[in-house]
């Protein structure tokens, strides 16, 4: 009766590594239970996250070429482009958001077009837009810059805008920490930076006011949904931004975080499924309305 907070199997997202080809499912060896999908398999995975009553999926698309301006990225025969096609067709009432960055797709795995090692926010955000373009052409429900350059947002709402979908919906990375949490999901999107980090972009773990800032940049610029990452590290930030803004928050539990529930749970130092609840619930109590995890498809079927 006194139970303040509720976990919901409709505000789960699940995030998926989608992969050219058919009949592939590659597991991604440090986090147990994720693999890249191709479209085949991603369709099957669709129906099963939907029958376990997920609304909503992310897709990350892992491209056959990657040269460094992210070609594929904006190409109708992209991963990207071509997973949403086949997954829409079969599982048309799934929620279809698509990552927006370049990182999975250039040569040099950083998030825009580098020159002379520098990364060139203008013509970075021009792509990003681009890229939104095409993925909502070929069907997305919602994109989800996750850059963190300056201006990606607006760039974007202005390209959707004129392309005709101004209701489609962006999700924004807004307050993106640059985290060592990340380290799994790059082996899964394989989009590791082959020189240098991500720290000119992304947020300094030390800095909560840098965070609100790059909240509000988002939301004024045009966000429907501001999103915290990582996601248990950082409940601090979401709160804070729970009680700031009024726009949906979702947050990003990320690779890391799964993987060291993953990696404990199989040591038998914790009970992995009893730490999962507990963390998700956590989030949820912080302010997300929408949490986006690995999880997902476990912690709906237990719910
Ligand atoms: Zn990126």
């Known amino acids: 009766m006194l139970h303040e907070t509720m976990l919901r ?4 997202i699940a995030p998926l590594f989608v992969v050219h080809g058919s009949g592939i499912k590659n597991p991604v060896t440090s986090m147990p239970g994720v693999y890249q999908l191709s ?3 991603a369709i099957q995975e669709a129906q099963e996250l939907r029958n376990a009553g997920i609304r909503g999926i992310l897709l990350f698309g892992i491209p056959g070429r990657k040269d460094e301006r992210g070609s594929e990225a904006t190409q109708d025969s992209g991963i990207i482009q071509k997973t949403l096609r086949a997954v829409k067709a079969a599982v048309p009432e799934m929620m279809l958001i698509t990552d927006v960055c370049l990182c999975e797709y250039t040569s040099h795995g950083h998030c825009g077009i580098v020159e002379n090692g520098i990364i060139l926010n203008d ?7 681009e890229m939104a373009v095409s993925h909502a052409r070929a069907g997305a429900d919602m994109v989800a810059p996750s850059d963190m350059m300056d201006g990606t947002v607006a760039a974007i709402r202005k390209a959707l805008d004129m392309a005709g979908f101004e209701n489609l919906p962006i999700m924004s990375y807004a307050a993106k920490f640059a985290s060592a949490l990340y380290a799994p999901f790059r082996e899964a999107a394989q989009s590791r930076p082959e020189f240098g980090d991500r720290k000119s972009h992304q947020l300094n773990a030390a800095n909560s006011r840098e965070a609100m800032r790059s909240l509000e940049r988002c939301a004024e610029e045009g966000a429907d949904i501001l999103m915290v990452k990582p996601a248990l590290p950082y409940l ?3 709160s804070r931004a729970r009680e700031r803004f009024t726009l949906p928050l979702a947050a990003y539990q990320v690779s ?6 993953k990696a404990a749970g199989e040591k038998g130092y914790i009970d992995a499924d009893a730490v999962m609840f507990e ?5 949820k109590r912080a302010g997300a309305d929408l949490i986006i995890t690995y999880f997902a498809k476990e912690l709906a079927k237990q719910l």
Request: glycine residues 4%; without cysteine; charged residues 25%.
């Open 9 to 12: 199997k409709e505000s789960l």
């Open 39 to 41: 479209a085949d398999n």
């Open 123 to 129: 013509q970075t955000t021009e792509r990003l837009a």
């Open 236 to 238: 601090d930030i979401l």
């Open 256 to 261: 890391g975080e799964y993987s060291m529930i």
């Open 279 to 283: 963390t998700l619930l956590a989030i």
